[in-house]
């Protein structure tokens, strides 16, 4: 009979390298785990998830940054001690820029659309000069999305400048040139901006958000009576809704990574950055609060902001507010199809092209293009 006592050791050394090797697997994944959850909230501008975002959104925006030249169209940057942040925002002055805008499909060699640009067109003089400025009639806050900046919204703030607001585009904490370490999807954002509306003494003003502006756009409705006139484009729900759908989007690489560690870091990130994120990332909550209409804009095929959330949120607060659906349209497309989307917009703020040009004289008469 054969001994086998001397494979003792081995079974013993193999048992011993199993739990070894399960030990550092639940190390690394425990490690893993915290990286998400700290990629999850980390300021994008300081993010590699928000660094790789900014990256893939560059191509749209390419022709934003020349508008910065404009005369009227002004940089700044304030501190907000009730915050301990510093705001960088762009202040567009109400004026006739003869500004107007064209939305098209950019198709590939290969016959693919594969990217949407907005086009402008200046209108001929004498638009866009100093005798055609006016002082503002009112006040509009642009509010941009997750990972995007100020320049984002450029387009926007100068159409609507020319119906007389003058409009407000602040970097978002931890967004573009503004500072703080943590995003909260909500809460903390809409504070930052009541607060510079404080230092700005502005009175009333209303506000357009996209994504996790929009979220904060509601916070501040919820508690600001200043706000007039609230739109909101394809709000977030809440990090715990918002990150699954997130994920999704490419590039693949963090698609991976964030979905198979999302709900580990779920529960690692108010530790992280001292936020509750179940109030701060809550977008029903304070949409109850809000007694004014607010206009709701979604795309059709949009996974992260979709039919159910905006349809929850219209039915919140107050009966007269608006739902508005926009077929063929993804979450990251809403904004770029500004010519698809301005009309509704602009229908709720109250503008129309006659009260337009009724600010100016009549040398200069704002033309839209036949889409």
């Known amino acids: 009979m054969k ?30 785990s915290h990286l998400i959850a700290d990629q999850m909230v980390r300021a994008p501008n300081k993010s590699l998830i928000g660094y790789e975002l900014s990256r893939q959104f560059s191509p749209y925006n390419s022709g ?58 200046w209108l001929e003089a004498p638009c866009n000069n100093s005798s055609q400025k006016l002082l503002p009639q009112k006040t509009l806050v642009l509010l941009h999305g997750w990972g995007r900046n100020k320049n984002s919204l450029l387009n926007y703030g100068l159409a609507l400048s020319q119906h ?22 909500g809460a903390e954002e809409g504070q930052d901006v009541s607060a510079l509306m404080d230092l700005l003494k ?67 990130v108010n530790n992280i950055s001292g936020y509750t994120y179940e109030v701060t990332s809550d ?31 219209f039915k919140q607060g107050s009966t007269k507010n608006k739902l508005k659906k926009f077929e063929g349209l993804r979450h990251t497309h809403l904004l770029l199809h500004q010519s698809a989307i301005m009309p509704t917009i602009n229908q709720w703020l109250g503008l129309t092209d006659s009260n337009r040009s009724n600010l100016f004289n009549n040398d200069c008469i704002y033309k839209s293009f036949n889409y």
């Open 3 to 32: 001994n086998f006592t001397k494979s003792k050791p081995a079974v013993s050394r193999l048992s011993m390298l199993l739990v070894l090797t399960l030990l550092i697997l639940l190390t690394l994944s425990s490690c893993m």
């Open 64 to 121: 934003h940054d020349g508008l910065l030249s404009i005369d009227g169209v002004k940089q700044k940057s304030i501190h907000l001690p009730s915050r301990g942040i510093d705001v960088s925002f762009i202040e567009i002055e109400p004026n006739n820029y003869g500004f107007d805008y064209l939305t098209k499909p950019v198709i590939h060699e290969s016959g693919k659309i594969w990217r949407i640009a907005t086009h402008w067109k």
């Open 164 to 185: 007389g607001y003058k409009v407000i585009i602040p970097d978002l904490r931890g967004h573009g040139n503004s500072t703080g370490n943590w995003v909260s999807f």
């Open 202 to 268: 502005i009175e009333t003003f209303d506000i357009l958000g996209f994504s996790l502006g929009a979220s904060a756009g509601l916070h501040i409705a919820s508690v600001d009576d200043r706000v007039n006139h609230l739109v909101v484009i394809a709000p977030m729900h809440s990090l715990e809704q918002t990150i699954p759908k997130f994920a999704k989007q490419p590039p693949k690489w963090i698609s991976d990574l964030v979905l198979h560690y999302q709900y580990k870091a779920l529960k690692l």
């Open 283 to 313: 977008a029903v909550s304070p949409a109850q609060l809000i007694t004014k209409p607010v206009l709701f804009i979604y795309g059709g095929i949009d996974n992260m902001s979709n039919y159910e959330l905006n349809y929850l949120l």
